[in-house]
């Protein structure tokens, strides 16, 4: 998965978004918030390092 630049903006204010919204989580709930960032992150960077 190629990403433009316009791409790699959106890709990067989209986590910062999700990290804002984890912060305002109640602590229980963001440790699955904080798996599914981080599964989205895995799968990203694995396309761009072609694992």
């Not at 602590?27 to 960032?37: C, G, P, Q, S, T």
């Not at 799968?43 to 390092?49: A, K, P, R, V, W």
Request: proline share 0%; glycine share 6%.
């Amino acid at each position: 998965m190629m990403m433009d630049d316009q791409g790699k903006d959106a890709f990067v204010e989209g986590i910062k978004s999700e990290l804002n919204d984890i912060d305002n989580l109640s602590i229980n709930e963001r440790a699955v918030a904080f798996d599914k960032l981080h599964a989205t992150l895995e799968e990203t960077l694995s396309t761009i390092d072609g694992l």
